[in-house]
Antibody, heavy 119, light 111 residues
Framework: EVQLVESGGGLVQPGGSLRLSCAASGFTFSSYSMNWVRQAPGKGLEWVSYISSSSSTIYYADSVKGRFTISRDNAKNSLYLQMNSLRDEDTAVYYC????????????WGQGTLVTVSS | NFMLTQPHSVSESPGKTVTISCTRSSGSIASNYVQWYQQRPGSSPTTVIYEDNQRPSGVPDRFSGSIDSSSNSASLTISGLKTEDEADYYCQSYDSSNRGVFGGGTKLTVL
């Protein structure tokens, strides 16, 4: 059974940093691309970032480019999102989501981890 | 960059058919595949349609997807509505600048 479990969310002050993790199991992690998608409270979905299976291709939404860094460790079956210079508008539930490749659908999602940016 | 515009909400009775639209603001809707996700309250999204009109295994054939180049839009149609279909539905595609794009979401009420 495919499982994606996010962790690392919490309360952080504006300008602060946080590192999210996503632990994958039930599939060959190194064969799949991964994404981060977020959802602000009561709002819609927003794609955040993409990383290919070998980490050779990385994309970011304009809203986080230069502040967030996506990475993965295939030996540990883990995906990460380093978030720096956090703003109020980054407050959201952050989901990790699997995809076969770029341009494909997000076929499995984690349960999400809540990041709250507030003073 | 383009936007995907969905109606904020739709409602229909059980057993009926409902169609949710997703209109692309610029560029061709056929440029990249469109996906549809269902998100029930308190749950993570799941795919109901991928690559414009493909259903993942386990998704009932009551769900169907299509694109219409004349209106530059994609549509999700749910027939034989059930109360369990009540959820938020999001369309999603990709732009040529390597960004994922979601529609704003449509709240489906089955009353």
């Amino acid at each position: 059974e495919v499982q994606l479990v996010e962790s690392g969310g919490g309360l952080v002050q504006p300008g602060g940093s946080l590192r999210l993790s996503c632990a994958a199991s039930g599939f060959t992690f190194s064969s799949y691309s991964m994404n981060w998608v977020r959802q602000a409270p009561g709002k819609g979905l927003e794609w955040v970032s993409y990383i290919s299976s070998s980490s050779s291709t990385i994309y970011y939404a304009d809203s986080v480019k230069g502040r967030f860094t996506i990475s993965r460790d295939n030996a540990k079956n883990s995906l990460y999102l380093q978030m720096n210079s956090l703003r109020d508008e980054d407050t959201a539930v952050y989901y990790c989501a699997r995809s076969q490749q770029w341009l494909a659908d997000f076929d499995y999602w984690g349960q999400g981890t809540l990041v709250t940016v507030s003073s | 960059n383009f936007m995907l515009t969905q109606p904020h909400s739709v409602s229909e009775s059980p057993g009926k058919t409902v169609t949710i639209s997703c209109t692309r603001s610029s560029g061709s809707i056929a440029s990249n595949y469109v996906q549809w996700y269902q998100q029930r309250p308190g749950s993570s999204p799941t795919t109901v349609i991928y690559e414009d009109n493909q259903r993942p295994s386990g998704v009932p054939d009551r769900f169907s997807g299509s694109i219409d180049s004349s209106s530059n839009s994609a549509s999700l149609t749910i027939s034989g509505l059930k109360t369990e279909d009540e959820a938020d539905y999001y369309c999603q595609s990709y732009d040529s600048s390597n960004r994922g794009v979601f529609g704003g979401g449509t709240k489906l009420t089955v009353l």
